[in-house]
């Protein structure tokens, strides 16, 4: 009990030091049956994460011309809504959008690991 109080109060210190704010985007779609239109509605929820370096990769369209920026982040479970990650959604950095890639919860500490790529 004494160590995850530690564990919990240090970790807190680090997001003051390093976090960063950014916006978690909630995506929720459906898709009109008659027009086949894909319809989104988007929920911001302002949280603080802790990213890390970004990682440009060229991608094999455009000659290799294209960029898209591999970052991973860290944020605490409970800023985010609830069921949330999801491959769906997005986050918003420095006016980027990244879409998630994937994500690890750690559960000890209480926060996720995520993987997102500019879009």
Same mark, same amino acid.
């Given at each position: 009990?004494? $160590?995850?109080?530690?564990?919990?109060?240090?970790?807190?210190?680090?997001?003051?030091?390093?976090?960063?704010?950014?916006?978690? *985007?909630?995506?929720?779609?459906?898709?009109?049956?008659?027009? $086949?239109?894909?319809?989104?509605?988007?929920?911001?929820?302002?949280?603080?994460?802790?990213?890390?370096?970004?990682?440009? +990769? *060229?991608?094999?369209?455009?000659?290799? +011309?294209?960029?898209?920026?591999?970052?991973?982040?860290?944020? *605490?479970?409970? #800023?985010?809504?609830?069921?949330?990650?999801?491959?769906?959604?997005?986050?918003?950095? #420095?006016?980027?959008?990244?879409?998630?890639?994937?994500?690890?919860?750690? $559960?000890? $500490?209480?926060?996720? +690991?995520?993987?997102? =790529? *500019? =879009?």
């Amino acid at each position: 009990m004494m $160590l995850n109080a530690i564990v919990s109060s240090d970790l807190s210190l680090v997001f003051s030091d390093f976090g960063k704010a950014v916006v978690y *985007r909630v995506v929720e779609s459906s898709v009109d049956a008659a027009s $086949l239109v894909v319809e989104e509605v988007l929920t911001d929820v302002d949280v603080l994460a802790m990213p890390g370096h970004v990682d440009e +990769q *060229r991608l094999d369209v455009a000659d290799g +011309q294209s960029c898209s920026g591999l970052m991973e982040l860290v944020m *605490r479970v409970s #800023e985010l809504p609830e069921d949330c990650p999801s491959l769906t959604d997005r986050v918003v950095m #420095e006016g980027e959008e990244y879409s998630i890639v994937d994500f690890r919860f750690e $559960l000890a $500490l209480e926060v996720v +690991q995520m993987t997102v =790529r *500019r =879009r």
